[in-house]
């Protein structure tokens, strides 16, 4: 059974910092892109990072309000991904989804469609 799951998420202070993890099991999170996403209340679900795979060029992505905060990793050993946010703003706050296409070797950014998906956890930064 291929399953996603999400950890890490919680209540944090602005300027704060979260480090997101998503294990996966029933496939190898490694062969594929690994997308982070999130939906803020009242909005749209958004693209937040990718990674490529590790065979293709490793390359990431990164929706412009997160840039230069927010970095992801994949742990390949642990068939894991990461999403280390630093300096977290009341804007951030959403519940994030870890995702990945299985067949997909690279990221298509904007973010193009996923068909894997964890049920999400719930990330919250107060002012």
């Known amino acids: 059974q291929v399953q996603l799951v999400e950890s890490g998420g919680g209540l944090v202070e602005d300027g704060g910092s979260l480090n997101l993890s998503c294990t996966a099991s029933?496939?190898?999170?490694?062969?594929?892109?690994v997308a982070w996403l999130r939906q803020a209340p009242g909005k749209e679900r958004e693209g937040v990072a990718c990674?490529?795979?590790?065979?293709?060029?490793?390359?990431?992505y990164y929706a412009d309000s997160v840039k230069g905060r927010f970095t992801i990793t994949r742990d390949e050993a642990k068939n894991a991904a990461y999403l280390q946010m630093n300096n977290l703003k009341t804007e951030d706050t959403g519940v994030y989804y870890c995702?990945?296409?299985?067949?997909?070797?690279?990221?298509?950014?904007?973010?193009?469609?996923?068909?894997?998906w964890g049920q999400g956890t719930l990330v919250n930064v107060s002012s």
């Open positions: 990674i490529s795979s590790s065979d293709s060029n490793g390359a990431t």
């Open positions: 995702a990945s296409e299985i067949g997909r070797l690279r990221c298509v950014w904007p973010l193009g469609d996923v068909d894997q």
């Open positions: 029933g496939f190898s999170l490694n062969t594929y892109v």
